[in-house]
């Protein structure tokens, strides 16, 4: 049974900095492209941060690049979110999601296969 497990959400100030964690379980983690995705309040869930299954290609929504980055540790099964610049508009839940490589870079929700069930990030001003 495939489980992605994120945590690292809570409640932070404008212009903190935040790590969300996804821990993956039952799928051969070196073998998925992962993903984050934000669902704010009132909206649809929008693409934050791609990154490969090596870890060697990424690519992120225009409203966080310059601001968060994506990594993955292999060995450890789990993706990682540096959110670093918080504005209230990151403020929502935030789900790693993964699909395996042979669907290549997915960048909508329905391309990915696995969801974990979501961390709570709110960020005040």
């Known amino acids: 049974q495939v489980q992605l497990v994120e945590s690292g959400g809570g409640l932070v100030q404008a212009g903190d900095s935040l790590r969300l964690s996804c821990q993956a379980s039952?799928?051969?983690?070196?073998?998925?492209?992962m993903a984050w995705f934000l669902q704010a309040p009132g909206k649809q869930r929008e693409f934050v941060a791609f990154?490969?299954?090596?870890?060697?290609?990424?690519y992120y929504g225009d409203s966080v690049k310059g601001r968060f980055t994506v990594s993955r540790d292999n060995a450890k099964a789990t993706v990682f979110l540096d959110m670093n610049t918080v504005t209230p508009d990151d403020t929502g839940i935030y789900y790693c999601?993964?699909?395996?490589?042979?669907?290549?870079?997915?960048?909508?929700?329905?391309?990915?296969?696995?969801w974990g069930q979501g961390t709570q990030v709110t960020v005040s001003s």
């Open positions: 039952g799928l051969e983690f070196t073998t998925y492209n």
């Open positions: 999601a993964g699909v395996h490589w042979q669907w290549g870079v997915q960048f909508r929700p329905g391309g990915y296969a696995f």
């Open positions: 990154i490969s299954r090596s870890g060697n290609t990424t």
